[in-house]
């Protein structure tokens, strides 16, 4: 099993949106609805921000959005602000109860 | 909210046993609602998924760790447990113990940080 694919870097500036990709396979993204996404600070743990694709977790702004089409999942953060800052993970089921992650992606606010 | 607090040492040697525990405070581990799991991040790298195990007495784990890999669950110290054998300097991370709805970790500890090294 190899893990999902993400780009190691995306920016945009305060206010801007921005969206993080997340790409798998016929056998994880694109066969189940159980894409994540977490957010992580440096030296802190990470924080779920979205569930099933596209649910969001009590507390979690509504700026913070995701999606699903086909093997790709994506996670879009409209009007950027400063304390989005961190790095993004997505993370999948993959059948036979095992679970992957993506590789992360730093989000930069300009 | 749950809380969840790694314990274990910090420093592994090479070919020896890692043993974490994670303590569960505010909720019962037993709860029906709840898996639990164990994620693992290598040093300025990504996560990885180690393995999990629920109530219903379903334990999975990533296949690359599974022949070194035992997680269990003490409902009696509302805690769950990680053993990795063998270990090398590949092990070395932050290791990660969580609370997991459907396929989500919803509550995570803080983490701890585990060096392999003589």
């Known amino acids: 099993q190899s893990a999902l694919t993400q780009p190691p870097s995306a920016s945009g500036s305060p206010g801007q949106s921005v969206t993080i990709s997340c790409t798998g396979s016929s056998s994880d993204v694109g066969a189940y609805s159980y894409v994540s996404w977490y957010q992580q600070h440096p030296g802190k743990a990470p924080k779920l921000m979205i569930y099933e694709v596209s649910k969001r977790p009590s507390g979690v702004p509504d700026r913070f959005s995701g999606s699903k089409s086909g093997n790709t999942a994506s996670l879009t953060v409209s009007g950027l602000q400063a304390e989005d800052e961190a790095d993004y993970f997505c993370?999948?089921?993959?059948?036979?109860?095992?679970?992957?992650f993506g590789g992360g992606t730093k989000l930069t606010v300009l | 909210q749950l809380q969840l607090q790694e314990s274990g040492p910090g420093l592994v040697k090479p070919s020896e046993t890692l043993s974490l525990t994670c303590t569960v405070s505010s909720g019962s581990i037993s709860s029906s609602s709840y898996c639990w799991g164990w994620i693992r991040q290598p040093p300025e790298r990504g996560l990885e998924w180690i393995g999990s195990v629920c109530n219903s007495g379903s334990i999975s784990y990533t296949p690359s760790l599974k022949s070194r890999l035992t997680i269990s669950v003490d409902v009696s110290k509302n805690q769950f447990s990680l053993n990795l054998n063998s270990v090398t300097a590949a092990d070395t991370a932050v290791y990660y113990c969580?609370?997991?709805?459907?396929?989500?970790?919803?509550?995570w500890g803080q983490g701890t940080l585990v060096t392999v090294s003589s």
């Open positions: 969580a609370s997991r709805k459907w396929y989500s970790f919803d509550n």
């Open positions: 993370s999948s089921y993959a059948g036979s109860n095992n679970l992957l």
